[in-house]
């Protein structure tokens, strides 16, 4: 295995570490017994050199962490998880400063069929990790009455062969704007994109999200505006502003309906990406 090859595995087992340590610390919160997982034997020793600084950083900062009281332990390994991700690569800090406060699912792929279609299921379906190791955003992996009501829980998406009926081609620029207002939520939004004072640093985000995937990416969106335009102005109407083909259960789960969404399928010849804004109340 080249040197590159081991510090990214150990990068990998640190942040899946990282992220247990928060699950259980959560599962304590909510006075759920969960012991609080060992430190993994490949992460044994990794925080002397020549370990990535990286590395070294987020072990030693686990190391001085108090795992009393137990809000504090989850609120610290949190931050901790989250800091990790973003000093990790470009890519996760974009997509923290974009979409790290809505109620949003981004996930990226595989791409290893003709028809993506059936590699965008697997990433809804999460049968697929990141190719690169790069962060996913999916607040419901750990939602298990949601996946009793459906397996790809906030998805209940079509088979592969309806895609064309419910995706519509965009426009490079278009798609860049589809994901910056993914930054906006679906309901009580105090300020649109549109708006905000950095409105451009937003943009820039999208546009370093979207670039993982090469000039030669195609873009779709479940949008119905895009229909009949491939670059409707997503930034003039905002979040609320389209209507939108459906990939999301009609389950009521946990008190919780999915009302409306927002998609964004990103396809290379290497990767499919994923980026969905979902309403909730």
């Known amino acids: ?4 090859d081991g510090d990214r595995a150990a990068l990998d087992l640190l942040d899946s570490h990282l992220e247990a340590l928060w699950d259980a610390a959560a599962a304590r919160v909510r006075a759920v017994e969960a012991p609080f997982p060992a430190v993994p034997e490949g992460l044994a020793g990794a925080a002397a050199d020549p370990a990535p600084e990286l590395l070294r950083w987020g072990l030693g900062e686990l190391a001085r962490m108090p795992r009393e009281p137990a809000d504090a332990f989850a609120r610290g390994a949190g931050t901790l998880l989250t800091e990790f991700r973003r000093r990790r690569s470009p890519w996760n800090a974009a997509a923290l400063r974009l979409l790290d406060d809505p109620y949003v699912f981004l996930a990226t792929g595989p791409r ?7 590699d ?11 190719p690169r190791g790069w962060l996913r955003m999916d607040p419901d992996r750990l939602n298990a ?20 009926d419910r995706l519509h081609r ?37 546009r370093t ?10 873009f779709w969106t479940n949008a119905a505006a ?50 969905w804004s979902i309403g909730a109340y």
């Open 1 to 4: 295995m080249a040197p590159h």
């Open 112 to 118: 290893r069929h003709e028809d993506w279609a059936r």
């Open 120 to 130: 965008v299921l697997a990433v809804m379906h999460r049968e697929v990790p990141d």
């Open 145 to 164: 009455s949601g996946r009793l009501s459906a397996p790809a829980y906030p998805f209940a998406p079509p088979p592969a062969a309806e895609f064309a």
């Open 170 to 206: 965009l426009e490079p620029h278009a798609a860049v704007a589809a994901l910056t207002v993914m930054a906006e939520e679906w309901t009580g939004e105090p300020r649109p994109v549109r708006d905000r004072p950095d409105v451009d640093g937003l943009t820039a985000a999208a």
């Open 209 to 218: 999200l979207l670039a993982r995937y090469g000039p030669g990416a195609r």
């Open 226 to 275: 895009a229909a009949a335009n491939p670059a409707p102005d997503f930034l003039a109407t905002g979040l609320g502003g389209h209507s939108a083909h459906s990939f999301l259960t009609g389950a009521y789960v946990n008190g919780l309906d999915l009302f409306d969404e927002l998609g964004l399928i990103a396809v290379s010849d290497d990767e499919v990406g994923v980026f």
